[in-house]
């Protein structure tokens, strides 16, 4: 397959090109609800990913326009990875794959009280969400 070249013009195929891998979506979260915003931040996570594996996904997300860099007014060596637009919209996405998940599997680092407004008030916590996303972080354990 070539570079941008898609195998099918299936919505669900164009989707899993650029996320259907754990690390693009697990980046993802990081953004979302730890609030990670430096590639030594999303190295440090649980999940152990690999320096080439981080480095690969932050390109692709950030050329397909879900993140984007710039770079540290602080330290100048450093980008600073934040969620675009069209990564804002995949917040909706990640809120049902935690409701899914809750569902089908106990002992989750989620709590329950959580899932349980989502359940409830879904549109207004995806709104919240959104709207904290790069200011502060957004905890699934209130």
Known sequence: MKKNE???DCPINYALEYLGDKWALLVIRDLVFEGKK?????LASKEGIATNILSDRLK????IGIIESKV???QRTQKIYSLTEKGKDLIPILVEFIIWSSKHKSGLNV?????????KNKTEIIKAITSSVGTKTFSTNQ
Do not use: G
């Open 38 to 42: 430096f590639y030594k931040e999303f």
């Open 60 to 63: 692709k997300l950030e050329a």
């Open 111 to 119: 709590s329950l009280s959580f899932v349980e407004k989502l359940e």
């Open 6 to 8: 898609l195998r099918s």
């Open 72 to 74: 540290y007014e602080k």
